[in-house]
DNA sequence: TATGAATGAGATTTCATTCAT
DNA sequence: AATGAATGAAATCTCATTCAT
């Protein structure tokens, strides 16, 4: 059963939710036909298996944002969350990557994947909220940046970003701490010492 | 073949690009099958043709992106801009959302889908480079301010944002004008000359 | 599609409903399963088309059934009746067959077997009560005559019973008249002149 | 071993034979695939076991019927046969229905079901021939009133009867009277005396 | 040009049966 | 004796594509 669902993101991953064969997940499990219709009722409840654990793991994440701060301790610790939320991308981008295309026609699978993103928007909103920044709307700004982080990383799986990860994760830290806080409370804040 | 197209878009977009079936194009159509193999030589074909037409949309648009300037002003005309390109989501997303997901796996939707973005990603990387921002790599900014267009635009047209679509475009704009200038070169920077 | 529907009672009246493959079927009628789908949703559905074939005939013939009389003459005439009803057994028997067995764990089915033997009961059920037989309650008796005509045809296609056609019919008619009219009604009746 | 049978008997009741899987079977009888294997070797050969212990009561029941008499007497005896007919059927009347159904198309069951038969058409033609009926062939008569027995007890138990037992087996009685010795044999005869 | 019935390759799904424990 | 996870052959069903009209 564990076979099949890493099978399961593999195969996902290369081929994406439609184009995947229940044929592929089994030959790569080495195992049968039956044995897969004995765990799974089809292959939309393996991946159904498979987000479940991804929304775990996403969810955990979300959480363990702190408040956001001015100055270079915020934009550390920033840093910090967002190399994790890369780290999750990496090991489990193919299955979310699916959820994507699954999402659509599917309500099932729609959900799921909102109620991931609004859990991270929901985190990012009150800290938003928290920091007060001028003219930005809360969650909004959340959901944009939500919708940065996601898809910057998306691009960078599919390797349509030629760039180290470091400078990934420091842009896409530089330019949230730049949204909340204004240039004031970014990195360049040094500037200021001038 | 206007028909067959604008059928196109509405299935991909209801059912995305492998759920598309010929038959549900057709109906919609009200044409046959013979008549959709006259126009084009399979459902890729279709889908290819209509995202040429997005394409070349992209394409101008991308290039009437002018110079990023701080201040009232350039938050003014860059909130123009991404209104813009908001249309064009409204008009195409469908399509693009079938792209993304034709991408993987076939890299000939993969380039395809990579031109268009990396479009966009250039003319905004030039303009980033013409403002000079201290510590943001334009490449990956603009990367990354692209990808929250994107999928930020998805979000709303997907109906997961409760948010009117101005608003939308406000705060793309804000946190566009505040990556590259700071609270200093923002619409608010204003506020404190008062 | 009318070759699927002959194709089919063949197959139903060799193998019985629950043995019958789709495969044989569509082998049988010289045509691909893409025809067979593209007429029937499911073996279910064919066989349901043919089943309202027999339905109809069987609800015209049970229409068909006159008074019960006595003497020679309504023997003639039962007779008649019964003989036409094997007639339509012989056509459609294989059809009835299958019917029978799929309609355990079908209600669908239950009910239309139901709604054709219903059929028969009513009518003969009101010739019983028109004739007025002492003792004898006409539904359960116009149940089990039918009954009995079914059956007994049932088990002469099955090749179970060594006899002429025309002896089971005579001898349809004439426990159907005794068991009506006693004795002194049935085609023994002449020995009441000696 | 026992609740394997019993389990038989309950599901190929519900399910009929084809349609009744091994699984079922197990699951009723709380056991295992393994176990099931090691008492019979396939489904077909539990059927067979269930097949024989019906086989042997019918065979008793058919040999214990006694001559057949007019007037009262001989009525009463009857009844109290078809009586015994219909216990039978309630306690295997699902068995022998699966057993129809398996027939279709398996020479094997056909026979066993066909020597069933054989047996109470062959007593019951004995006791026909022993009454001597006037034009009634004993063979075909028999066959008849076995096949009504049969088939209206199905009817009865398929619940497509709304009669009490008592007046089903009042009729079959009855009917059966009629047709081997007319209306002066059958027990309304006596009336006419009074 | 236009049609749509027909196709068949290939996908999904079921279930009787086996076998290592 | 008993188990039940695993098997795979055989069934069902789908849909992009063709072709005679």
Redesign the pocket.
């Known amino acids: ?1 564990r076979q099949l669902l890493d099978a399961g993101v593999e195969v996902f991953a290369a081929k994406g939710y439609f184009a ?4 592929d997940i089994v030959k790569l499990a ?10 799974f ?3 939309e409840d393996l991946f159904r298996a498979l987000a479940a654990e991804v929304s775990d793991e996403m969810q955990t994440l979300a959480e363990s944002l702190g408040p956001l701060v001015p100055g270079p301790a915020g934009q550390e610790s920033l840093h910090e969350w967002i190399s994790r939320f890369a780290d999750l991308y990496d090991r489990f981008g193919p299955v979310i990557r699916a959820w994507t295309e699954a999402e659509i026609g599917s309500h099932e699978f729609g959900r799921l994947g909102n109620d991931v993103m609004v859990r991270f928007t929901r985190v990012l909103t009150i800290r938003i909220e928290q920091a007060a920044p001028p003219d930005l709307d809360p969650t909004i700004a959340a959901l944009a940046l939500v919708a940065m982080f996601e898809r910057l990383n998306y691009y960078a799986l599919a390797g349509q970003v030629r760039a180290r990860r470091d400078e990934i994760v420091d842009t896409l830290a530089l330019v949230t701490q730049r949204a909340v806080f204004g240039a004031g409370g970014a990195a360049d804040a040094p500037r200021s010492l001038r």
Chains 1, 2, 3, 4 share one sequence.
Do not use: E, I, P, Q
Not at 20 to 23: G, L, P, W
Not at 30 to 39: P, Q, R, V
């Open positions: 059963m995947a064969r229940v044929d080495k195992t049968s036909h039956g044995t897969f219709y004995l765990y009722s089809n292959k």
